[in-house]
């Protein structure tokens, strides 16, 4: 199951578990997958997820939701199969 991330996640979170962080924009719902195929960079790295700044390409919206995925059905349930998207 998809998880929000909290105040204590990094980008080594994504590392530790091997999955992009899933991104939903909070204006329009648009979903997306962020840093796939790039987690294996940030072993180490502690920069909070909740600081990063991600800009929706659907609607130029700065505010969204940070879900932690464990698995690729974690992915497909997150944003449809087939639908992924690489950047937010
Ligand atoms: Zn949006």
């Known amino acids: 199951m998809p998880a929000p991330i909290d105040h204590g996640h990094s980008l080594h979170s994504l ?3 091997g999955q992009p962080l899933g991104v939903e924009c909070r204006a329009c719902a648009h979903r997306a997958l962020v840093f ?12 909070l997820l909740q600081d990063l700044r991600l800009l929706c390409s ?3 919206a700065r ?3 940070g879900w932690l995925l464990s698995d690729d059905g974690d992915r497909e349930a997150f944003i449809g ?7 937010f």
């Open 58 to 60: 659907s609607c130029g």
């Open 81 to 87: 199969a087939g639908r992924s998207r690489p950047t």
């Open 15 to 17: 590392y530790m578990r």
């Open 63 to 65: 505010h969204w939701t």
């Open 36 to 47: 796939a195929g790039r987690v294996e960079g940030f072993k180490g790295d502690m920069t």
